[in-house]
């Protein structure tokens, strides 16, 4: 009795300390810039019933609202609008770490249901936890998650024989189908269950009522969205139109150039996956491997899928590891404790965030006071990356050009934004026929050539910069602005709060912007006159050494590095530089050596 009351006890604290470990991570400030979808999702839910043409139209572009477009979230936003108005930011960010929790235990029942150690379940699940943080914004995709997880639990439990419970599957559907276009993972494995089922049980539709009601509520609650068969069908459809490449739709080793401990980790996960499911390949029915090569193909198609992948690979890893012999098991389990280690060691890595914490992020709300306080107009000009928050500020006075959504405008668009970016004489061409009167764009973009072309640009004022954003207007159309203008001359003091912060990420803006208004002698006194008494500043060193690099004097660059070296962590990029820098200089050995400790990190 007293055992079961110790094995209680430890059980209630390792589930804590997992969940406590999963918010702990989840604590990532919401930013309405870098979560370049969120404020859509928000306004989708403050104007969809005043405004239902966004259900189908490409209602949030300035230039491009007749185009047809499918809202295959509006219901996500819904309920993420009401919860962010009635307890704001902080209860929305609430709300999302208990999605990830409530996901994470439906997960854990299952792999409890299929007979799996509980303390199997704990360790493997240190994979969901690095999963969820990789991708750790507000998305519709909690709720696939979170339902992808639900289907799982029903599916398990009815392998051997069927129950009612199936009929909770279509009312999960309807949700799924109006929050999430990865809906579809519903019917998938569905589809995995029947053949699993047909194969075990030489399956008669006649005999099981309960499976052919099923499947026609899965398909009718599928239909059940704004766009009906359109809906339906559009998982399918989507990869059509889309003609710009994301990064979250690569393959999921893009992850790599992150260099996150969360990334190695799964690396690591995904090869004890490979290594158990082949180890008991023999023992497995024919769901787990359905369900195995569905979570393969997910990987390698795109990095935004990794979350799925991780879910199907941590109930069938534990279901995996539970099938093999005993000393093998204890030698699986051994060599997950190892990566779970490294991972607890590189967690100031993600802790050391500035933008840690709770609720949102405000640095950058300055922009768009400052648009309505001067009454500005559009049309508007900006990047893809801040249509979203175009639109949550703005909309619908102010629209954006374009926004985040691959999907939502067609070739030539994408081919009209590139062109803009890139050849100033078309730029001034698109102007005149879109009537731009305002850009705004990220200040650290990387599109450097057009900010500084409208620098120094007379018909273009800027008028305000932070360190997230930067505001051009039109001289022609806001004349009063004239003495606003924000130039090479008064740049050192529009923004000497950055440097005078004495924080390392403001120091580096500080620099960037310095550089876009051309001050480079200003900027290396000042790094150079700081490092005289302030010589930990890695971000500085390291700024001194690529200055250096750049010029060829590879000698200067390799002083500024080694000095860095004591200070960066993780060293991952650092070792990379060194690793170039000692080949400019023909020391092959020392480069081959940071080279390979460049790729071990």
């Known amino acids: 009795m007293q055992n079961k009351t ?21 604590l990532n400030k919401i930013d309405l810039i870098q979560n370049t979808d969120l404020g859509r999702f928000l306004t989708n839910g403050k104007l969809i019933f005043e405004y239902p043409q966004l259900l189908y139209k490409n209602f949030y572009s300035q230039s491009f609202s007749n185009m047809p477009f499918i809202n295959h979230h509006w219901l996500f936003g819904v309920i993420i609008f009401q919860i962010q108005k009635l307890f704001g930011f902080i209860g929305l960010h609430i709300f999302k770490i208990m999605l990830l929790i409530a996901t994470l235990l439906t997960l854990i029942k299952t792999s409890k249901n299929n007979k799996t150690s509980f303390y ?61 276009i990865y809906f579809f993972l519903g019917p998938t494995t569905f589809l995995f269950f029947l053949i ?15 499976l052919i009601i099923t499947i026609i509520l899965i398909i009718l609650a599928c239909l059940l969205n704004p766009n009906t068969i359109k809906g339906m069908f559009y998982p399918l459809l989507i990869f059509k139109d889309i003609h710009i490449q994301m990064t ?20 690591y996960f995904i090869f004890i996956f490979i290594s158990t499911t082949l180890l008991s390949l023999k023992k497995q029915h024919i769901f787990n491997k359905l369900l195995g090569l569905l979570g393969l193909l997910l990987l390698f198609t795109a990095a935004r899928n990794i979350g799925f992948s991780v879910i199907i690979f941590y109930l069938i890893t534990c279901i995996n590891i539970t099938n093999l012999k005993i000393s093998t098991r204890k030698t699986v389990l051994i060599t997950t404790i190892i990566p779970i280690i490294i991972f607890i060691y590189f967690n100031n890595y993600y802790l050391s965030n500035s933008n840690f914490g709770l609720g949102l992020n405000k640095t950058h709300s300055k922009t768009t006071e400052y648009i309505k306080k001067h009454n500005l107009k559009g049309p508007i000009f900006n990047s ?41 004489n078309f730029f001034k061409t698109a102007t005149t026929k879109y009537n731009f009167k305002l850009i705004l764009i990220p200040t650290k973009s990387t599109n450097i050539s057009f900010i500084q072309d409208k620098i120094n640009d007379p018909n273009w004022l ?35 709060y950055l440097w005078e912060s004495n924080e390392p990420q403001n120091m580096a803006t500080w620099i960037y912007i310095m550089y876009l208004f051309n001050h480079e002698t200003a900027i290396l006194n000042k790094i150079e006159s700081h490092l005289t008494s302030n010589k930990e500043n890695k971000i500085l060193l390291l700024t001194l050494g690529n200055h250096y690099y750049i010029k060829g004097n590879y000698q200067k660059s390799l002083y500024y590095y080694q000095k860095a070296l004591q200070y960066e962590h993780p060293k991952t990029e650092l070792f990379k530089r060194l690793s170039s820098t000692h080949k400019k200089l023909g020391n092959n050995i020392k480069s081959k050596y940071y080279f390979i400790r460049y790729l071990i990190l």
Request: hydrophobic share 45%.
């Open 196 to 210: 699993h089922y047909s194969y075990q049980n030489k399956l008669n539709f006649k005999k099981n009522k309960i």
């Open 462 to 496: 800027c008028v305000t910069i932070n360190k997230d954003l930067i505001l051009f207007a039109l001289k022609k159309e806001h004349p009063k602005l004239a003495n606003s203008n924000i130039n090479s001359k008064n740049i050192a003091s529009k923004i000497s």
């Open 384 to 424: 893809f990356g801040t249509g979203s928050y175009i639109t949550y500020c703005l909309s619908p006075n102010i629209k954006p050009f374009i926004d985040s959504r691959p999907e939502a405008f067609n070739k030539k668009v994408w081919q009209t934004y590139n062109l803009c970016l890139t050849n100033p």
């Open 120 to 180: 199997l379940n704990i360790a493997i699940s240190c994979s969901i936890v690095a999963a969820f943080v990789i991708r750790n914004q507000i998305r519709p995709e909690l709720f696939s998650y979170l339902f992808f997880s639900i289907f799982l639990l029903i599916l398990f439990s009815n392998l051997k024989k069927t129950s009612k419970t199936l009929y909770f599957l279509p009312l999960v559907q309807v949700f799924w189908v109006n929050t999430h």
């Open 248 to 267: 979250e739709m690569r393959a999921f080793y893009t992850y790599l150039n992150t260099g996150s401990p969360f990334f190695i980790y799964l690396l």
């Open 6 to 26: 110790k094995q209680t006890y430890l059980k209630t604290l390792l589930i804590t300390i997992l969940l406590a470990t999963l918010a702990i991570f989840s």
